[in-house]
């Protein structure tokens, strides 16, 4: 049972990645999906949310309007559209599962992050 993340990379600024994050031996019917990231010397950050069964989402204010979260029912897969990245957004990403909102400790299990790095 596992979370298995994608799609990390180096962009310039102005860019786009989109994030995956796979689940491995479960289904995510029952758990909200939630990305975080956390740059170096910093605390982890909380980005967005979606409950799996309802689509209900949650967004930190700071990448409204630039990241979209979303999840693919038929693969099985949560994502995390980002775009017009910025330098200060360079950061690794995690996605983690649990009962959903803003707090990193609703989430219990978590995938082993994911390099974004923006840099002209």
């Known amino acids: 049972v596992q979370l298995v993340e994608s799609g990390g990379g180096s962009v310039q600024p102005g860019g786009s990645l989109t994030l995956s994050c796979a689940a491995s031996?479960?289904?995510?019917?029952?758990?909200?999906i939630g990305w975080f990231r956390q740059a170096p010397g910093k605390a982890r950050e909380f980005l967005a949310a979606?409950?799996?069964?309802?689509?209900?989402?949650w967004y930190e204010d700071s990448v409204k309007g630039r990241f979209t979260i979303s999840r693919d029912i038929a693969k099985n897969t949560g994502r995390l559209q980002m775009n017009n990245l910025k330098p200060e957004d360079t950061a690794v990403y995690y996605c983690?599962?649990?009962?959903?909102?803003?707090?990193?400790?609703?989430?219990?299990?978590w995938g082993q992050g994911t390099q974004v790095t923006v840099s002209s």
């Open positions: 979606v409950r799996w069964s309802t689509g209900i989402t």
């Open positions: 983690a599962i649990g009962p959903g909102g803003y707090s990193e400790y609703n989430y219990g299990r």
């Open positions: 031996g479960f289904s995510f019917d029952h758990y909200a």
